[in-house]
């Protein structure tokens, strides 16, 4: 059966079968930059599920890359996991970075990469997590943008005023219309971060 939630232990499950196949079909090593539930799980800084890994970028050399398109060998051996462990058909994909208003085209928070969290999985894959303060700059940015569940994510985090300002100069720097800072206001506002709002106005 199809579309189980993934949490920590399946996680680990579908990492560690992703990197034997790919070691199988004979890949070179990969890097994946993660971002998303699946980063809050591996980090235990949300306890909950996810139903997907998403890719936030590529690393190749030490430089990171835009994951468009994912490579077909990636593409196809996660639908092979998807098949082996009943996970969503969407379980491994690149919506954060897929199209020239993402994330990776944006211009991540600057010192993310000196904040990752890596973790190897088998013999070639290395995945590395976002960290918490990024995760604060991302679900501030989705929060605004859909609600939802990643207004729960970013009260979760915990963040500190400090945080949450420079989290909504990062995500004004991206959206720079009248329209997204009325409801960024509006949202630090109804979450009570009046302080946070004034000092970006």
Not at 16 to 37: A, D, K, T
């Amino acid at each position: 059966m199809e579309n189980k939630p993934i949490g920590s232990d399946q996680l680990d499950s579908a990492l560690n079968l992703f990197s034997e196949l790919l070691q199988f079909h004979g890949s070179e090593p990969v890097e994946l930059i993660v971002c998303g539930g699946s980063a809050l799980i591996a980090l235990n800084l949300v306890p909950r599920t996810t139903r997907d890994v998403d890719i936030l970028a590529l690393r190749s050399n030490s430089i990171l890359i835009a994951p468009v398109p994912l490579p077909e060998l990636l593409v196809e051996t996660a639908k092979e996991v998807q098949h082996a462990l009943g996970l969503p058909a969407d379980w491994f994909n690149n919506d954060p970075s897929a199209n020239e208003g993402s994330l990776f085209q944006m211009g991540l928070p600057e010192g993310l990469e000196s904040r990752l969290t890596t973790k190897r999985y088998g013999a070639i894959l290395s995945v590395s997590f976002i960290g918490r303060i990024d995760q604060v700059y991302f679900k501030l940015w989705a929060a605004v943008d859909r609600g939802g569940y990643h207004i729960d994510d970013l009260l979760k985090l915990n963040p500190t005023e400090n945080e949450l300002v420079a989290a909504a100069l990062w995500t004004m720097e991206k959206d720079v219309s009248e329209g997204y800072q009325i409801v960024l206001k509006q949202l630090l506002t109804h979450l009570g971060f009046d302080n946070a709002v004034q000092r970006i106005s």
